[in-house]
């Protein structure tokens, strides 16, 4: 199982931009996806989780009204759209894909086995 992240890139205060996860390996029709995101000296964190139905979803306090995390199952992908995007947004955006079948939303790294490289993201002032 695959996973590649992409879309990451730099972007001005108050901007938009979307990061794209495809998924090789594994269709994702039946398992929750998750993104987390790592600043530079600090530990990877909790950014959104979406269920295996796409339905239920959750996100960190920070994020909740700007970004959306969402799915297409045909194209075995997951976004994560990103706006009204911050300095403090800045970090790598790393995908991952939970193992269990029918796996509803997560926000521990415990819980999800599949992992991609990561995508920068950075925010200027």
């Known amino acids: 199982v695959q996973l590649q992240a992409s879309g990451g890139g730099l972007v001005q205060a108050g901007g938009s931009l979307r990061v794209s996860c495809a998924v090789s390996g594994r269709t994702i029709t039946y398992y929750a996806m998750g993104w987390f995101r790592q600043a530079p000296g600090r530990e990877r964190e909790f950014v959104a989780s979406?269920?295996?139905?796409?339905?239920?979803?959750i996100y960190e306090d920070s994020v909740k009204g700007r970004f959306t995390i969402s799915r297409d199952s045909a194209k075995n992908t997951v976004y994560l759209q990103m706006n009204r995007l911050l300095p403090e947004d800045t970090a790598v955006y790393y995908c991952a894909l939970r193992p269990t079948r029918w796996s509803t939303t997560s926000d521990k790294e415990i819980d999800y086995d599949f992992w991609g490289q990561g995508t920068q993201v950075t925010v200027s002032s």
């Open positions: 979406i269920s295996w139905t796409g339905g239920p979803t």
